[in-house]
């Protein structure tokens, strides 16, 4: 699977389910394993509800804030995911930066950068199409109110 794939792929929502039960259990009983935590997270990351993203983020924010964590490089990576699929790209560059700033070499990361900038790109065509046919639009309006009030 391609970097633009995975960005892409959904979890099924019996995976969610299935990793919230582990981690409901745990946390019923105690503080919950970072292991579940991180499963739980990158499962809900890939979910097709922006909430489940977000809660998802939360979970690896809470997990990278654990000094005691030795996987904050994984966290770091599927936080930039995380906001990736938020379409939130500068903060998933802040995170992907971060990790190139340790990891320059890091061919997982770079392609994840390319293929997050390249959306970036994308939204902004897009946002520029909608801007441009909103000033069509307006212009359309505007001349048509001029018409109207020549004799």
Known sequence: MDMDDFLGWTSSSDDIRKH???YNKELMSGPVSSSTQFNYACFLIQSKYPG???RGISL???LYQNPDESGKR???YFLAVGNARLKDYNQALQYINGLLAVERSNKQVQELKVIIEKRMRGEAVKGAAVAGGVLVGL???VGLGIASQLP
């Open 20 to 22: 919230e039960e582990a």
């Open 74 to 76: 994984d966290y770091v």
């Open 60 to 62: 690896l924010e809470e």
């Open 139 to 141: 212009g359309a309006i």
């Open 52 to 54: 489940d993203v977000r």
